[in-house]
């Protein structure tokens, strides 16, 4: 992030610096370690203010991996992680991380520290692997994790864009027509003393109103696009996107699935990791909707008070008759984390299944619908030239 920091130089004048920093306690020690006061520190406002980049996490989680596989202790690994990367902000997060490392604390502690940067996940596991002195193992089981719900998401946004393309290019050409082409068809009628059809009476009243507030409307129409613009942001923002998918016909159900999916996987990369089944629990409750969270509260009060996990789910609804029978194999043979992992690996198939079948039927409905509109449009549009063509015959 960058931060504007106003401070004294050692002859007393007072400077304005813009700092890449963690948060403003990094940024006032950056310009202490430059041997000035700080007197202020903020943000940067109005177009100087540039958007935040993500921290990445999956690459991060990788490239340790591979240098710990090659024998590197942790503080060699990110020292080297340092030396390599350029960007400003990440290597404030790697150094403020080693930096903690030297000082004598645990890699999940100093990630603990940098709560918005590493999710309380990635840091569950990391914990895990010190009691078991295996951090690549368990940075391969993260990395396999995350592979699987990459994997998962984009094949829901892949299925995702050819319909919203149609869609796109539907609206762009319905509205194209109504806005630009029916009003100067609507001038050429106007005069011709004909009767017209209702249907294109109405169309031809559109286009005489359109074109007596053409600039009305195009206001109008461009505070409308501004201000969908910005309430689709606030949706993918707020994790909103699924509420919107939901909506589609035939999609609740296969969305608790996928849900669910992700529960099993987490819980079982969580516990194939040596983390008791209360804390993977508490952890799992990110990759939740606020419904749902409230569910996996009351399954955790159950696991806690003595009952097993598969009946715990199963009584708050956060299981289905395939997943029970496979938990309870796993409970019985003492290997609860696979088979939590199969489960998620058997619905994903299945939603994998799902979505191919579900995109072929709903783009060509789409693309009927979508064809219908418009030429709707067009053939109310040349109505009046028919019937003037029949006349002249």
Not at 50 to 65: N, S, V, W, Y
Not at 191 to 208: F, H, I, K
Not at 209 to 230: N, Y
Request: net charge positive.
């Amino acid at each position: 992030m960058q931060y504007v920091v106003r401070a004294l130089d050692p002859t007393q004048q007072v400077q304005t610096l813009v700092l890449e920093a963690l948060d403003e306690a990094d940024a006032r020690a950056q310009a202490r370690a430059q041997r000035l006061s700080p007197l202020s520190v903020a943000r940067p406002r109005g177009w100087l203010l540039r958007r935040d980049e993500k921290f990445p996490l999956l690459l991060f989680a990788q490239e340790l991996h591979a240098l710990l596989h090659a024998g590197l202790s942790v503080i060699e690994s990110l020292e080297a992680l340092i030396e390599k990367d350029t960007n400003i902000s990440r290597r404030v997060v790697l150094i403020r991380l080693a930096e903690q490392l030297r000082q004598g604390q645990r890699l999940s502690t100093a990630l603990r520290n940098q709560p918005g940067i590493f999710p309380p996940l990635f840091v569950g596991v990391i914990q895990a692997a010190e009691g078991t002195s295996d951090l690549p193992r368990a940075l391969a089981r993260f990395l396999d994790y995350e592979t699987r719900v990459q994997s998962v998401r984009h094949r829901v946004t892949s299925a995702a864009i050819y319909p919203a393309i149609l869609l796109v290019v539907g609206l762009t050409v319905s509205l194209f027509l109504l806005g630009y082409v029916v009003p100067r068809f609507a001038a050429v009628y106007e005069g011709s003393g004909r009767n017209l059809p209702w249907a294109s009476q109405l169309l031809m009243g559109w286009g005489q109103f359109a074109g007596r507030h053409s600039a009305e409307l195009s206001t109008g129409f461009f505070i409308a696009v501004t201000a969908l613009a910005w309430w689709l942001r606030r949706v993918v923002a707020t994790g909103g996107t699924w509420r919107v998918v939901r909506l589609l016909p035939g999609t609740r159900a296969k969305l608790a699935i996928l849900q669910l999916s992700r529960l099993y996987l987490t819980m079982g990369m969580l516990l194939e990791g040596g983390i008791p089944i209360q804390q993977a629990l508490r952890l799992c409750t990110d990759v939740l909707n606020v419904q749902a969270r409230a569910q996996l509260h009351a399954t955790r009060a159950d696991v806690e008070s003595g009952h097993t996990l598969s009946d715990s789910l199963h009584r708050h609804g956060l299981s289905t008759p395939v997943a029970l029978r496979l938990l309870r194999v796993g409970e019985q043979s003492g290997q609860l984390g696979q088979m939590l992992s199969r489960t998620a690996i058997f619905y994903d198939e299945e939603m994998a299944r799902w979505i191919e079948r579900f995109t072929k039927a709903f783009e060509p409905v789409l693309m009927a619908a979508i064809g219908i509109v418009i030429g709707f449009i067009v053939i109310l549009l040349y109505m009046p030239i028919f019937d003037l063509a029949g006349s002249l015959q």
